[in-house]
């Protein structure tokens, strides 16, 4: 059986805190320091490696809902309907990296849909959708982070996107039930 990212990575953690830490002698502060920065940072990558694809997965979700909430406040204004129809949720690669690339497209299509209704009748409603967004997308920076130490965060990055998981769900499951 091959080790898993996870065991390789505790496996170096656990080689550095009882072989390396140990050796370096007394009077080399700044090499203990250095090696306790490093097990710190093999903590904190420990504790947000395993949710990385799930991470961008609620990205996606979340990018894309607000698009299609920013469409349809922009078809509100200009009395159309199009690409607000609720469509099933994407077949997402696997890749992370294609992942990653979808998420940055889903991103910046929002940008410009933001944009595009910045000067009208309708920003304050598109400031609010996008506040919503980035309250979400500070919440999952935040549980990611929490292992730095800037800032505190009361919950796992796993638990933040299983919550905001559920979110998308019950709006996904929401929209096919308006159709």
Same mark, same amino acid.
């Given at each position: 059986?091959?080790?898993t990212t996870e065991q390789k990575l505790r496996s170096v953690r656990h080689t550095i805190a009882t072989t390396v830490l140990p050796?370096?002698?007394?009077?080399?502060?700044?090499a203990k320091e250095q090696a306790g920065l490093v097990l710190a940072t093999l903590d904190w990558i420990l504790d947000v490696q395993a949710s990385e694809y799930r991470y961008e997965v609620v990205e996606h979700g979340d990018a894309?809902?607000?698009?299609?909430d920013l469409t349809a406040l922009s078809n509100a204004t200009t009395g159309t309907t199009q690409g607000t129809d609720a469509e099933p949720?994407?077949?997402?690669?696997?890749?992370?990296?294609?992942?990653?690339?979808l998420v940055l497209a889903a991103k910046q299509e929002a940008e410009e849909?933001? !944009? /595009?209704?910045?000067? %009208?009748d309708r920003a304050d409603e598109a400031w609010s959708l996008m506040s919503v967004a980035a309250k979400r997308q500070s919440a999952r920076e935040v !549980? /990611?982070?929490?292992? %730095?130490?800037?800032?505190?965060?009361p919950s796992s990055i796993a638990e933040v996107l299983a919550?905001?998981?559920r979110d998308l769900d019950r709006r996904q499951a929401g929209a096919e039930g308006a159709r």
């Open positions: 059986m091959v080790p050796a370096i002698g007394a009077d080399e502060r700044f894309t809902a607000l698009v299609h949720a994407p077949v997402l690669p696997a890749d992370l990296g294609e992942l990653r690339a849909r933001f !944009a /595009a209704l910045v000067d %009208t !549980a /990611a982070a929490r292992m %730095t130490g800037f800032p505190k965060s919550d905001q998981e």
